[in-house]
């Protein structure tokens, strides 16, 4: 197989190559099968150290553009690897810091992830603790969220995709005049604190 071809069956169905994540399977065991075939199989690729680096290649190439992609969301990237026993360590101070204690604690984690889940916290829950810049952070995060376009399909819902469901629930009857208003004032209630500097 060319490299394409080969890449094409990394991501084939059925599966002729498959990879198998450590974390998430049993252990391998030596086979007790008498399958001739299996035993040629393996020795094959045993004996092709360059088809093996091709497949490395291959499977890597799946992933490429993910791991590139260091603007995604922190909620996408939770599986990826486990922490440290240090920041598991600082984690349960964090648990039970006052919020002051917690807006400092977060700045020791060495995990980018539980660092920006931590600043989060800290941001939503007590903005009084963050300094100019973290709160404008904060802001604009937040802001961002919230105006995501609809053609942007969003995994989460902005203004523009909850006036876009809302207009549904409206013409499908599937919710009072009163409640569909409700809702509509709590989402301009949200957008007008945020342009006046509110992160509550």
Known sequence: MDDDTLANAVSASPKIIRSISINNAPNLFYSRSNDPMLYEKASLIQDRPDFQKRVGRALAARYKDKELDEDRPVE???????????????????????WQQRADIVEQLEDQRLKQLGRRLVAFNSPVELDSNTKSQALEY?????????????????????????????????????VIADWRAFFEERMGALEMGQLL
């Open 142 to 178: 937040l802001r961002n969220k919230w105006l995501t376009s609809v053609d942007d399909k969003p995994g989460w819902t902005s203004f523009p995709t909850a006036e876009k469901y809302l207009i549904e629930i409206e013409a499908k009857g599937l919710a009072s005049v009163e």
């Open 76 to 98: 996408t990237k939770i599986y990826e690897g486990f922490y440290t026993n240090t920041d598991k360590a600082i984690l349960r101070n964090f648990q039970s810091g006052d």
